[in-house]
């Protein structure tokens, strides 16, 4: 806006163009694919701690109910986040769903396995689903939660493969979502906000 008025645009043309609101995204940044009632769902690109403590508490603010946590590590990438990913994820959730994201040459089930020890390490006590693959995971994540909840989805954001092995496998975290919402009895956009990176 500031710039339209400096670029000389008159400012009676911008408020009557702005009457509406803009509705405005960066993809897969806290990107809400859900619909008006229900849980609210989003996906984020987030994949480290700091990410995940500043996304958890964005979402926190602005829900009533619980928060719901899912996410994965990746595979043949800096392990030695790995620990804190998990304290950050519990610290931020009151449920949290570990899941796959890329695991690359790497077992997924021993990212995962990482990933749940140090959780487990962190809060015994936390309820925590480990669930494989993602598609599940969502499936699961959507179980967990009501009206006034919702879910933060880590790591795929706005991409539309997984790596794994070294093959670029199809798939889009907002579309999984929306469908498990569906699925669920909840509303969901006909279809999630156009993304410029293809789905």
């Keep these: 806006i500031v710039m339209m008025c400096e670029a000389g645009y008159d400012w009676d043309r911008i408020r ?38 500043k996304t958890l508490a964005a979402v926190r603010r602005v829900t009533p ?15 030695t986040k790995r620990y804190d990913m998990s304290r950050t994820a519990l610290e931020g959730s009151d449920i949290t769903v570990i899941t796959d994201h890329h695991p690359r040459f790497e077992d997924a089930a021993s990212i995962r396995r990482t990933l749940v020890e140090a959780a487990r390490d962190v809060d015994p006590d936390h309820e925590l689903h480990e669930v494989s693959p993602p598609e599940a995971a969502i499936v ?3 179980s967990l939660v009501g009206e006034g909840d919702a879910i933060v989805w880590c790591g795929p954001g706005h991409q539309n493969y997984r790596d794994i092995e070294g093959t670029q496998w199809g798939y889009s975290a907002r579309e999984l979502a929306r469908r498990a919402l569906i699925d669920a009895g909840w509303d969901a956009p006909e279809r999630v906000w156009p993304n410029p990176y293809g789905d």
């Design 65 to 79: 109910g619980r928060v719901v946590m899912l996410f994965g590590a990746d595979g043949d990438r800096d392990t």
């Design 16 to 53: 009557a163009a702005l009457a509406d609101g803009i509705r405005a995204w960066v993809p897969g940044r806290t990107q809400l694919v859900s619909g008006s009632d229900g849980p609210a769902v989003y996906v984020d690109f987030g994949h480290t701690p700091d990410a995940f403590v």
């Design 140 to 142: 699961t994540a959507v």
